[in-house]
T-cell receptor, first 115, second 114 residues
């Protein structure tokens, strides 16, 4: 069974440009999460989808970030326009059932560098 | 506010030596506790988790962790470290009252010397 996959693995863009990150969860997992780690600090929660609906987006930093999950399958996270402080590693995770006790399976992350 | 502290940014141990990685949390609710490991180029992999019951939890790769409510700690241990254990380790906390999100510590990088 394939794990959580993320694309691209790395992205280098200039300040003001737009970047779109993609996450494909494990097949059958209704719950999808985005997290971010900036410059060796804590991994921080961004948002949680249940199928195509946003369950919790309390961690989204500002309106430059837009997350979507078309048809409840893969998800995209768009940053527009990107700022220097958006640099970091963006992780996606998925879980089969709802609940914090459910194991969240993480992808390898997308390393974003904004110059 | 929820927070997780991993006091050690880096730890170096000799192969075959024992290991203990510290984790302290601050949580108002009954915590769900996790340890994840990230090897280079890989995603975070769950080592073990604790919800209730026996406070000593066994995980994969020979790791275990002990929940101590009085100390608000969930330290990770391994009796004999292998070179392949070199990685970054993350402690995380969740609670039903705060939804499904996990709150992570800053991570501890483990180096293993031969």
């Amino acid at each position: 069974e394939a794990g959580v996959t993320q694309f691209p693995s790395h992205s280098v863009i200039e300040k003001g440009q737009t970047v779109t990150l993609r996450c494909d969860p494990i097949s059958g997992h209704d719950n999808l999460y985005w997290y971010r780690r900036v410059m060796g600090k804590e991994i921080k929660f961004l948002l949680h989808f249940v199928k195509e609906s946003k369950q919790d987006e309390s961690g989204m930093p500002n309106n430059r970030f837009l997350a979507e999950r078309t048809g409840g399958t893969y998800s995209t996270l768009k940053v527009q326009p990107a700022e220097l402080e958006d640099s970091g590693v963006y992780f996606c995770a998925s879980s089969q059932a709802f609940g914090v006790q459910e194991t969240q399976y993480f992808g390898p992350g997308t390393r974003l560098l904004v110059l | 506010a929820q927070s997780v502290t991993q006091p050690d940014i880096h730890i170096t141990v000799s192969e075959g030596a024992s290991l203990e990685l510290r984790c302290n949390y601050s949580y108002g609710a009954t915590p769900y506790l996790f340890w994840y490991v990230q090897s280079p180029g890989q995603g975070l992999q769950l080592l073990l988790k604790y919800f209730s019951g026996d406070t000593l939890v066994q995980g994969i790769k020979g790791f275990e962790a002990e929940f101590k409510r009085s100390q608000s700690s969930f330290n990770l241990r391994k009796p004999s470290v292998h070179w392949s254990d070199a990685a970054e380790y993350f402690c995380a906390v969740g609670a039903m009252e705060y939804g499904n999100k996990l709150v992570f510590g800053a991570g501890t990088i483990l180096r293993v010397k031969s």
